[in-house]
């Protein structure tokens, strides 16, 4: 997020007389709007649209009943990961992601499996492995999670965010030290080919839309990784926006990643109204402005790349309520970060989002 906020507003918002007043009317000014009319999502979209979920948000009837009239695809939000699923070097754990599973295949919702690969997680158990016995069980791992859910995901994210956090080059991890930079996610892709021949996989990124430099390398490994064979199936822009951005940037972002031809997955869209690190003094109407504008630019340049290239188009969770950015010191219970309210009811964006889908 931003943090170039000039001194005199972190000045300012030190004085706590003017904070609170300021922060009174806030609140005085900007209660929060009526419900508003939308149709189902999933009812106006030429695509699939789709949700983040926790296997425990499938014993909330609410919960249920919103997924079931909104969205016909869903993404394990955490369960997927190595981190649920790979307890030991011999004990694979696999009861949420199979609940998961059966419940969108109860409802008829496609699955989209998240993720195989992922920098952040593996390194403790796979610290074990000597040189000869890691490249065996990265495959190894891969052949049983993709194996065991082909047929019922139709994708998977197979590389999830390979490029570096400030976007100059790629991340160092445990994964590209022992098989290499490219190497680790070329050798994913194949492994994961081979486990499941029909599955779209994706290789999926953060931050592309809001650091320009990131996107750009991103594109450039895309196009390495494709020379080089690796079966990418489609690309993944988390789009977790931050909403002061300038106008255009999103719309570049999804232009040139069409330009490869392949699906693009919108795949953990939140859009957050909080600046972090420093004085605010927008209103919060003024945030919720920002908040349209940019997420209106995401769905309005999505819409725009060819019908066949439109994979989905996914909220990282469904009401406010549900989402990572609303849990625990992070949630002061005031951001809006999504397309439902705490109560499940949709807001303006999503009237207008459903607009933009209809083609309105």
């Not at 001194?7 to 609140?27: E, M, Q």
């Not at 009943?65 to 969205?71: C, F, P, S, T």
């Not at 390979?162 to 030290?177: C, K, M, Q, V, Y």
Request: with cysteine.
């Amino acid at each position: 997020m931003r943090s170039d906020a000039p001194l005199s507003r972190r000045t300012l918002l030190a004085a706590p007389f003017v904070a609170g007043a300021l922060a009174a009317c806030d609140r005085f000014a900007t209660a929060e709007p009526a419900p508003v009319a939308a149709p189902p999502l999933k009812s106006v979209a030429a695509f699939p649209i789709g949700s983040a979920v926790m296997a425990g948000q499938l014993d909330d009837p609410a919960w249920v009943a919103l997924a079931r009239r909104e969205v016909n695809q869903l993404t394990p939000e955490w369960e997927m990961k190595m981190e649920y699923i790979l307890q030991s070097p011999d004990r694979l754990t696999f009861d949420a992601p199979d609940r998961i599973a059966e419940a969108c295949h109860a409802s008829g919702a496609r699955l989209h499996g998240h993720a195989l690969i992922w920098y952040s997680q593996g390194e403790q158990v796979f610290s074990g492995f000597d040189r000869t016995h890691f490249p065996r069980a990265f495959d190894r791992y891969i052949a049983e999670v993709a194996g065991r859910y082909r047929g019922k995901v139709v994708s998977w994210d197979v590389v999830n965010e390979p490029i570096a956090e400030d976007g100059n080059g790629l991340r160092d991890s445990h994964w590209s030290r022992a098989l290499g930079a490219d190497g680790y996610m070329i050798r994913a892709f194949e492994q994961t080919k081979l486990a499941d021949p029909e599955a779209v996989l994706f290789l999926n990124e953060y931050n592309l839309e809001n650091n320009p430099t990131k996107g750009a390398t991103f594109l450039r490994t895309v196009e390495r990784l494709l020379k080089a064979g690796a079966p990418i199936g489609g690309l993944g822009t988390q789009s977790h926006l931050d909403i002061e951005i300038p106008a255009g940037q999103i719309t570049t972002l999804i232009r040139e990643l069409g330009g490869f031809g392949l699906p693009v997955h919108v795949s953990e869209l939140d859009a957050s109204l909080r600046r972090e690190g420093v004085g605010d003094l927008r209103s919060r109407t003024q945030r919720l402005e920002q908040q349209r504008g940019r997420v209106i630019e995401l769905a309005e340049a999505f819409m725009a790349l060819p019908e066949h290239q439109r994979f989905a188009f996914t909220a990282w969770g469904l009401r406010d309520s549900d989402s990572w950015l609303r849990r625990g010191d992070r949630d002061d219970g005031q951001d809006q970060p999504l397309l439902f309210d705490d109560a499940g009811q949709p807001k303006p964006l999503t009237a207008a989002l459903a607009g933009v889908f209809a083609g309105r």
